[in-house]
């Protein structure tokens, strides 16, 4: 895909001025690690750490049939949630494939905000728009006018509370999946409690001029606290510990909701009318698609992206993320298997399966997902 | 952090090499280092294993990514560092230092690159 120079984000200079080293990522050189990968995962599992996820997309869909737009346009029921909720959903093509996965957040009775992988910005917005016409809504990419930091780990909220000149009404009751206006010196910033890490946490989108000043505000309040910068390399091993699914590895246009886990996400029962790719997905994948599951190794070697798995002499699935787990100390692997060999080792068998780890074989026990689930006590 | 040594040899996969007789100690780069992430796990080839020039002997690897490990010298492995196989971290942490991978007894010294030529490289 030829896109343009490098794109940097408000942020940057606060990277560059951190140490970090920088990679590549749908077009935008975005901050990869500041010091240590495995330090930055670390914080974020027991104190905190702060994300730039500016590189992200960020779709209004605004007017009197947002909702019913919103119902088609995606896989999940978007007009049933509420104001101020937010939800995960699926932009299906009509073949039932996955053209990008998605939060959506409701942010008024005729507003939505629709945040899109990075990469899939152009897709995303052009889909959206088609499918909306029909409806008396606007579909807007505010992608260039909108920063997103992150802040994530079970010391989140505490941190959160003491930044100085940022006015949080309602955040006693921010749950889950629930985002609120707030002010931040006088910026408007959307305060959202979700993630990727698989920790309390939240997200804040605002003006991009406003990004640097919260990013020092936060950095400087969360310091004392253990919070640190951290980079999308830690982004992904906390991802995958939890289980979540990431576009262009376990998720594509080849793949049904069903195969990744995400039937649920699909409102095939509570949404009577049709959406886009309503008719594919309720016909199912082809038979013995493979799906996907949850794989735990031995010793240190992890399966990485395109390795083969592996039964007696067989291949049977294939690796789409992979990595030696920080936090578990053992290596984790989400791969696509065929259905036959899908179903969880039983505790103490032997691995059931292989993993092809560049011509030799680590044997491999399927688990179930999430590999790492914070401790309900966070909750 | 150990400073690389100003005689150290350098090949184009970005490891050091420092001679001392018939002996080639190897490692690698703080620059391969820094780009490969934290190491986790180190594999190397076994004491007293011939390696051939250029050939890959072993593996370092990261959360994010997997370095191989190629021979720069012809010869016979006389060490392999126990140190970083338990405690990969050292790669990253005195990758001229403790960080040190294997070293060869060398039949023959192929043409390396010295300090200078080898910085034109690891940008």
Redo the contacts between chains.
Sequence with gaps: MPHAPDRLSPLHDRHVAAGAAFTDFAGWQMPVRYTSDLAEHAAVRTAAGLFDLSHMAEILVVGPQAAEALDYALAGKLSAITEGQAKYSLLLSPDGGILDDLVVYRTGADRYLVVANAANREVAAQELRERAAAFDCLVEDESDDIALIALQGPRSEEILRNVEGFDLPGLDDLKYYRAIPCDFRGHNVLVARTGYTGEDGFEFYLAPDAAPALWDAIAETGAGSGLVPAGLAARDTLRLEAGMPLYGHELSTETFPVQAGLGRVVALTTKPGDFVGRAAVEAGPAAGARVLVGLRSEGKRAGRAGYPVMHGDTVVGEVTSGALSPTLGYPIAMAYVDPEVAAPDAPDAAPALDIDVRGSRVAASIVPLPFYKKDSAHD | MTEPSADLRYTAEHEWVAVDGDVATVGITAYAA??L??V??V?LPKTGSSVAAGKVVG?I????S?GELFAPVEGEVVEANQAVVDDPTLV?SDPYGSGWLIKVRFTALPELMDAEQYAKLAV
């Design positions: 820094d780009k992430g934290d986790v796990y594999d593996e690897e990261s959360t994010k997997v990253n």
